[in-house]
């Protein structure tokens, strides 16, 4: 069993920056898509970024160019920087991973751009 943590969430004002990290623990697995998703109120979960095992990188329209994703080391596996945040780029963010077989979230992690 694997569990995500996702950390770095927390209150930001315009332009500023914010970076998340996902810890995970248990059974290491080799994941083949790690992802960071959001959810903001009355909204669907949508993907922000994502990761592929070979290092390809996918990012959604609204934040191309302001958000980065990275792996790391096994024990915090992917991260994101958030850099220009918007007031539209608040919301719940989550870690997710997916391995051959199985697919992990995290319990989200809050972000808010405000004044």
């Known amino acids: 069993q694997v569990q995500l943590v996702e950390s770095g969430g927390g209150l930001v004002q315009p332009g500023g920056s914010l970076r998340l990290s996902c810890a995970a623990s248990g059974s290491m697995l080799v994941f083949n898509f790690m992802g960071w998703y959001r959810q903001a109120p009355g909204k669907q979960r949508e993907l922000v970024a994502a990761?592929?095992?070979?290092?390809?990188?996918h990012y959604d329209d609204s934040v191309k160019g302001r958000f980065t994703i990275s792996r790391a080391n096994t024990r915090n596996p992917v991260s994101l920087q958030m850099n220009s945040l918007k007031p539209d780029d608040t919301a719940v963010y989550y870690c997710n991973a997916k391995s051959s077989t199985d697919e992990y979230w995290g319990r989200g992690t809050q972000v808010t751009v405000s004044s």
């Open positions: 990761i592929h095992r070979g290092g390809t990188t």
